[in-house]
């Protein structure tokens, strides 16, 4: 049975950073990209970022780039994002993803003084 | 980035069938296909189906997607209460490099 499991998300003044991680368990983790997908509260899904098999090509959206990193530990079957410089609307819950195939249950940032 | 268009809500009776749509491009739908996504209210989304209009296991044949141009669908048969929810899809975008979502259809059950 497959299981993603995020960790590191909480509350956060504006300015600060948390790293969350996500464990993967039941399939093929190095195989695959992935992606970190957010949902601000009463909102839809966005796309934050994604990063290839081996972690050598990654990708964001506009609004996060330069501030946020993705990463990888294929041996542990990590996913990880550094998140600096957060702002109150980068308040949501973040999911660790393959859209196409899995989701996991989410870990709930929150950014406010 | 720019997103999918998905009609903000949808009612149909217990027992009848929905069919959801969601609006694209060349870019993603058009081209990469679209998955869709369940979520109920307080839960992580579910996958309904994968870009390619198969089914995960575990998901009822009342549910099959299927796509014509820029536009995929999602048809439900024999609603049940259960399957109110939002209903999302996405796509991977291959001129934006990223996956983009549609703002989801809030199906009503009546």
């Known amino acids: 049975e497959v299981h993603l499991v995020e960790s590191g998300g909480g509350l956060v003044q504006p300015g600060g950073s948390l790293r969350l991680s996500c464990t993967a368990s039941?399939?093929?983790?190095?195989?695959?990209?992935m992606s970190w997908v957010r949902q601000a509260p009463g909102k839809g899904l966005e796309w934050v970022t994604n990063?290839?098999?081996?972690?050598?090509?990654?990708y964001y959206v506009d609004s996060v780039r330069g501030r946020f990193t993705t990463s990888r530990d294929n041996a542990k079957n990590s996913l990880y994002l550094q998140m600096n410089g957060l702002r109150a609307e980068d308040t949501a819950i973040y999911y660790c993803?393959?859209?196409?195939?899995?989701w996991g249950q989410g870990t709930l940032v929150t950014v406010s003084s | 980035q720019a997103g999918l268009t998905q009609p903000p809500s949808a009612s149909k009776d217990l027992g009848q069938t929905a069919t959801l749509t969601c609006t694209g491009n060349?870019?993603?739908?058009?081209?990469?296909?679209a998955a869709w996504l369940l979520q109920h209210q307080g839960h992580p989304p579910r996958l309904l189906s994968y870009?390619?209009?198969n089914r995960p296991s575990g998901i009822s044949e009342r549910l099959s997607a299927s796509r014509s141009g820029n536009t995929a669908s999602l048809t439900i048969i024999g609603l049940l209460p259960e399957d109110e929810a939002d209903y999302f899809c996405?796509?991977?975008?291959?001129?934006?490099?990223?996956?983009?979502f549609g703002g989801g259809t809030k199906l009503t059950v009546l």
């Open positions: 996405s796509a991977w975008d291959t001129s934006l490099g990223a996956w983009v």
């Open positions: 993803a393959d859209p196409d195939s899995y």
């Open positions: 870009r390619n209009n």
């Open positions: 990063l290839n098999p081996d972690g050598s090509g990654e």
């Open positions: 060349s870019d993603n739908v058009g081209s990469q296909g």
């Open positions: 039941g399939f093929a983790f190095s195989n695959y990209w």
